[in-house]
Structure formats: C-alpha cells, structure tokens
C-alpha cells in the first residue's frame, strides 16, 4: 500500500468514525426529553412505545435489503444522505405541536440511522483490514460515546434554555454532511472495491448468521425497552430531567468503554466467551440496580452503569463475526445484525408499553431482563470457526 492510499484510509476511517459519534448523538438524544414531551402531548406509555416502534423497527428490519444496495454503491450515497437525516430533523423537537410531527422527526431520524450506519460499517470494515478487531471497536465505542452524549446535551439544553433551544444541535450536522461531501464526493472513492463477488453459498451464511442474529435481538430487547421506559421510572422517583440525562451519560459512556475493551480482547480470546459474559454479568447487575432503587439512589445507580459496561461488551464484537461469516457482503452481514436484531428489540417495545401501563414499568423491566439468558443461549451454537481469537486464527 502506498503512503497516499494509507492517508486516504486513515481519513477515511476518521471520519465515518466521528460521524458515528455524531449517529449516537442524534439518535439517543430525545430519550430523557421524552416524558417532557409526553406530558407536552399528552400521549400515554403505550403511545411512546408505538412511536419507538414505527421510528426505529421498520427502518432497522429493512436494513439487510439497505445493505445489500449498499454493496452494490460505487459511492457513499447513503452515508452523505445518512448524515442530512439524523441530524436535521432533531433540532425541531422543540416546536413539535402534535404527535405526527414527532412521529415524523423520528421516523426521519431512524432512516438517516440506518442508512449511515449500513454502509459506513462495511466501509470501515474493509478499510480496516487485519486490524478489524480493534478499529471496529473504536468505531462502536464511538457511536456509544455518542450514546452517551446526546442525552447530556439534550437535558442540559432542555432544563437551562428550554425545548426551543434544541434548533442548534443541527449545526454540527450540517458540518458533517460538508466533510463527506469533501471527502467522498470532490475526489470520488469507490465504496464497491471490497465487493469482489457476491455469497454463493447462502444456506451456509443464513444458518451461521442466524445464532448471531438471535443474540443480538435477545439482547436488544431487554436494553431498548430499558433506555426507553427507564427514564419514566427515574421520573416515578423524583429524578431530575438533568440527573436523568447524566445517569444515562454515565451508563453509556462506561459502554463505550466496555465495547473498545471486548473488541480488543477478542484479539486474544474466544469471542464466543466476550458474547456470553457480556449478556450473563449484565443481568445480576440491573436486578441489584432495580433493588436498591427505592433505598439507596447512589448504590442503584452504580450497579446499572456496571449492567452498561458488561452489556455492552459484545456491540463490536457480533458484527466482526458477522462481518468474518460473509466477507464478500460487509453491509448485509453488519445489517443484518444491528438491523434486524435492533428492529425486533424495537417492535417489542410497543407490547412492552402496554405491559409496563398494566404490571407497571419496575416489574416489566426485570420479567424482560431474563431474556439476556436467552441471548447468552444463542451464543453457543454460533460455528466455532467464526469465534475464534485473531491470534487462534493466525497460529
């Protein structure tokens, strides 16, 4: 490899990895604000679980065929368009009036999602090369760090200056389409290079990546029924808005911690076992969080950041061995697990919302927390040669 094209790479990884940093902003950021907007509204539990539902599920679930035309791009269309979608819509929360108006900003702000998420995945998979383990962890860690600052700054900004003033969070949005249009569009670069033929064996692919799929949707939904209704429940507490958006600052960027340290160690271990522990420490840890709720807010609140660094262990983990299963489609493979994976977690949320409005929003969340055993069971039954260490691989 040339110098210039070794620059190129590492601009290129750069960039689509602050975008994804800038994704997790955006796409976290109407979570503590959400019971603000409820009340505003004056929708029920059941009626935000819809719109999570509609916003997230149906772009997530279509996001192997978004993929799939991801390969097929001699350009990054959908990362430039990915960008204008996540980010812009965002900033009008503030003078939303009726429920469509946010049932629209979220449903746009879910396609922008899916669309950068498709194809920069496959993008800095093969950019990455040999070193797809750790740079893949630092690409996942970033958008979790994003995870964590969106709501950070969105409470902040909603208890200090009010809904309105959340127009501005669009400005760094606006820059990131700029840099992609420079560096993708003004000197083209072939975004198909890393397809050079397509999965001729299917039936193999489909039945490796299914374990992996399960795992992920078993996983997701437990946690995206927790990001989502768990803000109520602080609230039901007398939790500030503000405290809220820090708690979910702290849970997060501990992930992101977690989701850089399971993707270096997978360098050096089974990735089978990163999988399972991530999901099997995560569980006592918010049953512990759950049962200190109600005596002690600071011991509550350390075990469910300690449930967010181990639940977050396997986020770069389970796309490199989707992406190790069909290497030839990078974007199908890695949508086919945060698509699917994170549609599913999101069409339970709707039934999750009536269930919460029913047995109340506590109980729910702990009957739904056991469904990480269920994502620790698929685990196993992933082909042992998708999981093994790089330093297995190699010897």
């Known amino acids: 490899m040339t110098t210039n094209n070794l620059t190129l790479d590492k601009n290129i990884i750069t960039a689509l990895v602050f975008g994804h940093f800038l994704c997790g902003i955006y796409n976290f950021f109407i979570n503590p604000i959400m019971p603000l907007l409820a009340d505003k509204l ?13 916003s997230f599920a149906i772009f997530h679930l279509i996001q192997p065929f978004i993929g799939y035309l991801s390969d097929l791009m001699p350009r990054a269309y959908l990362v430039f368009y990915g960008v204008l979608l ?92 700029a840099l992609i249009y420079k560096m993708f569009f003004v000197k083209p670069v072939n975004t198909t290079i890393h397809r050079k033929e397509t999965i001729t064996n299917y039936p193999e692919v489909f039945k ?84 200190f709720l109600k005596t002690s807010f600071l011991l509550s609140s350390f075990f469910i950041v300690l449930m967010g660094f181990f639940v977050s262990m396997h986020l770069a983990v389970d796309t490199v061995v989707a992406q190790t299963i069909a290497p030839q489609n990078r974007a199908l493979a890695s949508s086919a697990i945060e698509g699917t994976a994170v549609g599913i977690g999101f069409i339970m949320v709707t039934p999750v919302g009536f269930i919460a409005s029913i047995w109340g929003i506590q109980t729910t969340l702990v009957f739904l927390s056991f469904s990480l055993v269920l994502s620790a069971f698929s685990a196993m039954f992933i082909p042992a040669k998708y999981v093994q260490s790089r330093i297995k691989t190699l010897s």
């Open 86 to 177: 996540y980010s812009i819509p965002i900033g009008f929360l503030g003078y939303v009036n009726q429920i469509w108006l946010l049932a629209l900003i979220v449903v746009l702000k879910g396609l922008g999602v899916a669309f950068y998420r498709c194809q920069s995945a496959a993008i800095v998979g093969y950019f990455s090369k040999e070193k797809i383990n750790t740079i893949f962890a630092i690409y996942i860690a970033a958008i979790v760090l994003g995870h964590g600052t969106g709501p950070l700054v969105s409470s902040f900004i909603t208890e200090k200056f009010g809904l309105e003033a959340n127009i501005f969070v669009m400005i760094p949005g606006i820059i990131m389409t």
């Open 208 to 291: 490796s990546l299914i374990p992996v799929v399960l795992f992920t949707s078993f996983r997701h939904v437990f946690m995206l029924s927790f990001l989502v209704f768990m803000p109520f429940l602080w609230r039901e507490y007398n939790i500030s808005t503000f405290t809220i958006g820090v708690l979910f600052g702290l849970l997060i960027y501990i992930g992101a911690i977690a989701a850089f340290t399971g993707g270096y160690v997978s360098n050096f271990i089974n990735k089978r076992i990163v999988l399972m522990t991530s999901v099997l420490f995560a569980l006592p840890c918010f049953l512990l969080g759950i049962y």
């Open 42 to 54: 004056n929708i029920s539990l059941t009626t935000v679980g819809f719109l999570y539902s509609i």
